[in-house]
């Protein structure tokens, strides 16, 4: 059972390259989220999906984009990348809402030169 | 003002005794709160979870909470080296929005 699952694990990109974070999890959960991690900030919210076919803007949105493939996979897109999106990225999901436990993938952990 | 704050740490404890973590938080109409355990590198995992004022005891772990006072903590009694990491205080802010504090990184000395 390998729960939530995030590719890839280490990137290094280029100020203004894009990228695509993946994501899927086998829960059968309703809700995904995408979090980063910065020293000292703890865990930020960029975006989530509360359900198959919607997504909303979390605390940090900006430069970001999001799609809800299925009720499985929900990726993360960067744009143009930035050096402050320099980052550790995980997704999680529930099974319906964060009144319900939340699972975390393994972490992206990325650094825009 | 951050909508949880967590004592800044870090702490150290010796082995077998008791490590105590404080959360406080803005929202007053927060109603679900939650402790993360992050090991170095690793993704965060649920330990506790707490709904209602009070004690909450799993193992050697004990979540109180006090939403009057909007505060919310976490004992670790008879603390192991494998309890070693850093504990992460988060508070819905809503349906699906979790709040994080920064966290506070345990250190038991052997």
């Known amino acids: 059972n390998a729960g939530v699952t995030q590719t890839p694990k280490f990137q290094v990109l280029k100020t203004g390259q894009s990228m695509t974070l993946q994501c899927a999890q086998d829960m059968n959960h309703n809700s995904m989220y995408w979090y980063r991690q910065d020293p000292g900030m703890g865990l930020r919210l960029i975006y989530y999906s509360a359900s198959e076919g919607t997504t909303d803007k979390g605390e940090v949105p900006n430069g970001y984009n999001v799609s809800r493939l299925n009720k499985r996979e929900f990726s993360l897109r960067l744009e143009s990348a930035a050096p402050s999106q320099t980052s550790v990225y995980f997704c999680?999901?529930?099974?319906?809402?964060?009144?319900?436990?939340?699972?975390f993938g393994q972490g992206t952990r990325l650094t825009v030169v | 003002q951050k909508e949880v704050e967590q004592n800044s740490g870090p702490l150290s404890v010796p082995e077998g005794a008791i490590a105590s973590l404080n959360c406080t938080y803005s929202?007053?109409?927060?109603?679900?709160f939650f402790w993360y355990r992050q090991y170095s590198g690793k993704s965060p995992e649920l330990i506790m979870s707490i709904y209602s004022n009070g004690d909450k005891e799993d193992g050697r772990f004990t979540a109180q909470l006090n939403k009057a006072s909007q505060y919310v903590s976490l004992l670790i009694r008879d603390s192991q080296p494998s309890d070693s990491a850093t504990y992460l205080c988060a508070v819905n802010a809503g349906d699906y929005k979790l709040s994080f504090g920064a966290g506070t990184t345990v250190t038991v000395r052997a």
């Open positions: 929202d007053r109409g927060s109603q679900s």
């Open positions: 999680a999901s529930s099974r319906q809402g964060m009144n319900t436990e939340a699972f």
